[in-house]
């Protein structure tokens, strides 16, 4: 399972800012806490656990999310910018700024359990990871 890209960043001014991408089958996860601490590591993944990422990929059908997804009256708050290229699928690079399409959730959780993370957002399925 090589050649495929997922990029996937997530954060705000006053906020952890996130950034998670495979380099072939590993998982780079960056994580800058509020500007003040930044930590780096990588996780090996094995093809099992990035077939299941695909999987929910295909089934939120997030091939065909719009390209952005942006909340005017939101002045700060959060960014996120997912790029994803597959065999056989088109290469899609998706922003929002404190807006986010349907099942964004899914993806969310789904990102949460491959990168070992519990990144929260404030979208319309709130939770507190608590959960």
């Known amino acids: 399972m090589k050649g495929f890209v997922f990029s996937f960043e997530f954060g705000g001014f006053r906020a ?6 495979n380099d072939n089958l ?3 996860i960056e994580i800058n806490q509020q500007r003040i601490n930044y ?3 990588s996780h090996k993944i094995s093809i099992e656990e990035w077939d299941v990422f695909w999987k929910v990929v295909d089934e939120i059908d997030a091939w065909r999310w719009g390209k952005d997804y942006f909340n005017q009256y ?3 708050g959060t960014q996120w910018e997912l790029v994803i290229d597959r065999k056989g699928k088109r290469r899609r ?5 404190n807006d986010y399409p ?3 959730k899914l993806l969310l959780d789904s990102i949460n359990k491959l990168a070992k993370t519990n990144i929260i ?3 319309d399925d709130i939770y507190d990871g608590d959960e």
């Not at 690079?93 to 700024?97: E, H, T």
Request: hydrophobic residues 30%; negative net charge.
């Open 26 to 28: 590993d998982l780079i």
């Open 16 to 21: 952890d800012q996130y950034k998670i991408y």
């Open 93 to 97: 690079r998706i922003f929002g700024s």
């Open 39 to 41: 930590e780096e590591e």
């Open 121 to 123: 957002y404030d979208g």
């Open 102 to 104: 349907p099942n964004f």
């Open 74 to 76: 939101v002045l700060d």
